[in-house]
């Protein structure tokens, strides 16, 4: 994130890390005695640098490779490796540092090289532990904070929308137009076929009931949606008589699935209020559940024509996208559209586990 002078907070943090440590040497060494201030100007300029470059160079690695999404369990060993490679970088790069710093700065050389590693590296190694842990367990645990408050918040919209789901449910069951036609079918069974009259009502009270449920799941099992899918279209079958064809074809076990609550009802729904209720002759409605390489696939096939219209401003269609994207982040989808013989298709695909 970028604040108003352009600079990310991680360059601020950066920037401000590395001086204040490089400083503190520097202050250490200004006291100890000894001290010359173009050796100690450029040993904390190049303090700057090799903290930042090895760093920043990780930061990158690490995002590249999606390490800042994956669990602790998985992490750790990562970290610990990391540790040990960023140490053993910053201990040869500042033992060079610090050789070349003082052979250009004092122009002699009463050591070689390979004497001045032997007798600096195992205490710049040590520093090197020190400080790429801090950092590195700093940086991962502000990554980790972040992945759960944002997996709590998605855990509350999609809360949130499976209770949206309910409430809307429960309004389409009570819809003035919906309730009324129930009714009044039920009022011209009684007379005419009782048993017919109190299998309505029976169904329309399972509806009701289903959706005064309080106890909200993110999920439920398949075939109780299918099961609810089934009472709401042999309800609407009373209703319309010979004007509704229903289908439902399943080839998998339900009850080893999982589903969203009401999204198969919002599409036999859907499919209702815009297909068959708009056509004087009736027409079809056909739910099909088979498996498709690792996905579980639904299908909600209507006589109808695609109303654009409904489709973008639809409640129903527009919280079953939504709470697919909250549970399955972009592995399920959904799909709906006209197909050349008069027919609307809808189709939920989700990972079979």
Avoid at 94 to 122: A, D, E
Avoid at 139 to 151: F, G, P, V
Avoid at 336 to 347: F, G, N, P, R, S
Wanted: charged share 20%.
């Amino acid at each position: 994130m970028k604040t108003g002078t352009g600079i990310s907070a991680y360059w601020k943090i950066q920037l401000t890390g590395w001086i204040t440590t490089s400083l503190y040497w520097g202050i250490s060494a200004f006291f100890s005695g000894n001290f010359i201030w173009k050796i100690g100007i450029a040993d904390v300029i190049m303090d700057v640098f090799v903290g930042i470059t090895l760093t920043h160079i990780y930061r990158n690695f690490a995002l590249k490779k999606g390490w800042n999404k994956v669990n602790l369990k998985t992490l750790v060993p990562k970290m610990a490796v990391s540790v040990l490679v960023l140490s053993l970088l910053y201990m040869f790069l500042i033992v060079s540092k610090l050789y070349l710093i003082r052979l250009f700065v004092l122009q002699s050389n009463p050591v070689s090289f390979i004497t001045f590693f032997k007798v600096t590296q195992v205490q710049l190694f040590i520093t090197g532990i020190r400080l790429m842990s801090i950092w590195i367990l700093a940086y991962h645990l502000y990554h980790y904070s972040r992945l759960e408050i944002q997996t709590v918040k998605e855990n509350a919209r999609l809360s949130v929308a499976v209770q949206e789901a309910q409430l809307n449910n429960l309004s389409a069951q009570l819809n003035p137009h919906f309730f009324f036609n129930s009714l009044n079918t039920i009022k011209f069974l009684i007379l005419e076929n009782p048993h017919s009259a109190r299998r309505a009502i029976d169904l329309l009270s399972d509806l009701l009931r289903n959706s005064l449920n309080g106890n909200i799941k993110t999920v439920v099992p398949l075939n109780d949606e299918i099961n609810l899918v089934r009472d709401y279209l042999e309800l609407e079958k009373i209703r319309f008589e010979e004007r509704l064809q229903i289908e439902i074809e399943t080839s998998i076990d339900l009850s080893k699935h999982l589903i969203l609550p009401l999204s198969i009802q919002s599409l036999a729904e859907n499919a209702i209020k815009h297909g068959i209720e708009k056509r004087k002759a009736g027409g079809f409605i056909s739910v099909k559940v088979d498996k498709e390489n690792n996905f579980i696939k639904i299908s909600v096939q209507n006589s109808g024509k695609l109303n654009k219209e409904s489709t973008d401003s639809g409640i129903g269609l527009h919280n079953l996208k939504e709470r697919l994207l909250l549970q399955y982040s972009e592995k399920a989808s959904f799909e709906i559209k006209e197909m050349e013989d008069e027919t609307v298709l809808a189709t939920i695909l989700i990972p079979s586990k």
